[in-house]
């Protein structure tokens, strides 16, 4: 059985849902959300991305990183919601489109290495995948303030960088892939984490 489970994919695309929905059929199962309120710089990114991109990409990986002292600990199987080694598309992103100049990514780019290295690889990636329109009406549904400016066309670039992300992770990872804008069946997917 797989011990570090890592749900993966952009953003609002039911990451914490489907964590939350997997714990609930299993008491020996532990879920590790993702609370990005909680990351330094990153309402500052929403307001100004390009003066706060490489602050705020910096300051998911001190968060991501602060979470392996838990996943050492634990006894437990544990669900992350959103892993370290993924993060690296966010800043792909940034740099594609700007905000983050090629020296700051440069130096991210170093950074993340040296930290993923140290990191747990998750045992099973899996891939919440939905349509960029779904994904922007749950980003507005669940009216995270410092979201307000998302729009659809940045949801799909993110989008797009996780499908090459996966194609790479699948060389060495599982991927269990799970369309979150249909019915799940929590169950089976359970059953193939085991």
């Given amino acids: 059985m797989a011990s570090n489970v890592a749900i993966c994919g952009g953003i609002a695309v039911g990451k914490t849902t489907l964590g939350k ?21 990153i309402k500052d990114f929403y307001a100004e991305k390009r003066r706060w991109a490489f602050h705020s990409r910096i300051g998911m990986l001190e968060y991501f990183f602060r979470r392996t002292a838990y996943l050492d600990a634990s006894s437990k199987f544990v669900i992350q919601d959103r892993t370290l080694h993924e ?21 991210y780019h170093r950074v993340f290495v040296m930290l993923s290295e140290r990191h747990p690889q998750p045992d099973v990636i899996i891939r919440c995948k939905c349509p960029s329109n779904v994904a922007l009406k ?41 369309h979150t804008d249909q019915e799940i069946d929590y169950s089976r997917i359970s059953e193939q984490l085991e």
């Fill in 21 to 41: 929905a997997l714990v609930s059929l299993r008491q020996d199962w532990d879920f590790l959300e993702e609370r990005p309120q909680e990351v330094a710089f």
């Fill in 87 to 107: 993060l690296v598309i966010f800043a792909e992103v940034q740099a594609e489109i700007g905000t983050m100049s090629s020296s700051e990514f440069d130096l």
């Fill in 138 to 178: 749950r980003v507005r549904e669940r009216a995270r303030d410092f979201e307000a400016s998302m729009t659809e066309e940045y949801i799909k670039l993110i989008e797009d960088r996780y499908d090459q992300w996966q194609d790479r992770q699948s060389a060495t990872t599982r991927i269990v892939e799970v």
